[in-house]
C-alpha cells in the first residue's frame, strides 16, 4: 500500500483508480496526472502486461506525458492515461469496453479516454455506450476520426519552424528528408513533404507501406542503417522509440531529428546532449507529435475541423518559441519545452489563487 503511494508521490499524481470487474474481466488503471488545465485527456491502452507493477509505471509514466504535451499545446486539459491490463487479440469483447466505460463515467467528467495502442476507433463505440467521456471516435458518429491526418501535418509545420530556425530556409523544396516508419503518419506526412517538392528517403519494415510510398511519392527506399547514416537535411523517425541513441547519434548527419515517434530519446538528458555536441537540432517528439491530441481535444467542444487544422499548425509558433527560449537560456529544446509546459501550469495556478 504504501509502495504504490510513494510511486504515486513521486511524479505528484492526483488520483490512481483500480478498476477491477471480475464479470468481465476488466483489470484496468486509470492515472490522473495532474487537472490544473482542465479534465484529463488521454488515450487508454490495452497491453499483456507481465505484472501489475509494469501496467502501474506505464500508466503513471504516460499520464505525466499527456499533462506536458497538453500544456504546452496550450490546451485546456490536464494529463491522464488508462491501460488495460490484457491481450487486445483475446480479451476484448464489448462487456469489457462497456464495463471499462463506467469506470470512466464514475469519474464525473474529471478523466476522458482515447484510443491508444491496442484499442481501435470502433472500441471507442463501445465505450461511448456508457460515458461520454471520450473521443477519437469516427466522423460518422460525430466525432473527430482519424487522428494520424493532424498529426502529420503538425510534424510538417514543425519540420519547417525548425528548418527555419536552423537554417533559415522557408521551404522544403530540393531539401533531402528521411522518413524512418510510413504506416499512418509518415503516409500523410509524404504527401505534405512531396506537394512542396521534398526528396523523400526511407524505410519500413512493412514492405507493401514501403511500396505505397515508392509508388505515389516517389520515395528512394533505403535500409535503415543507410537511413540514419545519410546526409540529410531532416531525420524524421515515425516508427519506434529509442531509435536516438548513442549508437545512432554517432552516425547521423542530419541537421534537424523531426518525427512523430513517441520518446525518441533513449535517454533524455544523456541523448540531448550529445545531440547538442553534434549540432543537430531536435525537436521535442511530445510537442512537434500534438496534433492528434489537439484534433481529438476539439471533440469537447463540438468538433469543427477548420479550427483543429488551425490549432495544429500553431505548433509552429509553438515549436519556435521553445527554440528561442532553448538558445536564450543555453539549455536543450527539450529541457525548455519541459520548463514551458511546467511553467504554464504554475503560472495558472497563481493567477487563479490571486482572483
Ligand atoms: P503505425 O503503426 O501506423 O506506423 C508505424 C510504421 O512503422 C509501420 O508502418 C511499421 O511497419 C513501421 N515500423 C515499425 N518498426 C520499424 C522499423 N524498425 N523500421 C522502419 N519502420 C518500422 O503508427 P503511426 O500511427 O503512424 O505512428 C507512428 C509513431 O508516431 C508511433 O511511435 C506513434 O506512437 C507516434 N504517434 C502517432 C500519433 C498518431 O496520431 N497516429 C500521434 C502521436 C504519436
Given at each position: ?87 487486445p487479440n483475446k480479451d476484448k469483447s464489448e462487456v469489457l469496453l462497456r464495463s471499462f466505460g463506467k469506470f470512466v463515467h464514475s469519474l464525473g ?89 521534398a526528396k523523400i528517403y526511407g524505410y519500413d519494415i512493412n514492405q507493401e507501406s514501403l511500396e505505397r510510398v515508392i509508388k505515389e511519392f516517389g ?137
Open positions: 500500500m504504501t509502495k504504490i503511494f510513494e510511486k504515486i508521490s513521486d511524479k505528484n499524481h492526483e488520483q490512481v483508480v483500480y478498476c477491477n470487474d471480475p464479470s468481465s474481466g476488466l483489470k484496468a488503471i486509470i492515472a490522473i496526472h495532474n487537472t490544473v488545465l482542465g479534465p484529463a485527456l488521454g488515450g487508454c491502452r490495452m497491453y499483456p502486461y507481465k505484472s501489475e507493477e509494469e501496467a502501474l509505471l506505464d500508466v503513471l509514466r504516460l499520464s505525466r506525458g499527456m499533462t506536458y504535451k497538453a500544456s504546452i499545446s496550450n490546451l485546456n486539459i490536464g494529463g491522464g492515461k488508462a491501460v488495460i491490463i490484457g491481450d467528467g474529471k478523466y476522458i479516454t482515447a484510443e491508444d495502442v491496442g484499442m481501435s476507433v470502433h472500441d471507442m463505440e463501445f465505450i461511448r455506450m456508457e460515458t461520454n467521456s471520450v473521443t477519437g471516435i469516427t466522423r460518422a458518429m460525430g466525432g473527430s476520426g482519424d487522428p494520424s491526418i493532424f498529426t502529420a501535418l503538425g510534424v510538417f509545420v514543425g519540420m519547417k519552424a525548425a528548418l527555419k530556425k536552423k537554417l533559415n530556409i522557408q521551404s522544403l523544396k530540393g531539401l533531402k528528408i528521411g522518413v524512418q516508419g510510413f504506416g499512418k503518419v509518415g503516409y500523410y506526412l509524404c504527401s505534405h513533404l512531396k506537394s512542396e517538392g520515395v528512394i527506399p533505403v535500409d535503415n542503417d543507410e537511413l540514419i547514416s545519410m546526409n540529410l537535411d531532416v531525420f524524421s523517425p515515425c516508427a519506434m522509440g529509442a531509435i536516438i541513441n548513442p549508437s545512432s547519434i554517432k552516425n547521423l548527419k542530419c541537421s534537424v531529428i523531426a518525427g512523430a515517434a513517441n520518446n525518441q530519446l533513449e535517454k533524455e538528458d544523456r541523448d540531448s546532449k550529445l545531440l547538442s555536441e553534434k549540432e543537430i537540432m531536435y525537436v521535442p517528439d511530445y510537442v512537434i507529435n500534438a496534433g492528434g491530441l489537439m484534433n481529438v481535444a476539439n471533440e469537447l467542444k463540438g468538433y469543427n475541423k477548420e479550427k483543429a487544422k488551425y490549432q495544429v499548425e500553431g505548433i509552429y509558433y509553438i515549436l519556435m518559441r521553445i527554440f528561442d527560449y532553448a538558445a536564450n537560456n543555453n539549455m536543450s529544446t527539450l529541457q525548455a519545452a519541459n520548463l514551458l509546459a511546467e511553467r504554464r501550469i504554475q503560472d495558472y495556478i497563481k493567477w487563479n489563487h490571486q482572483q
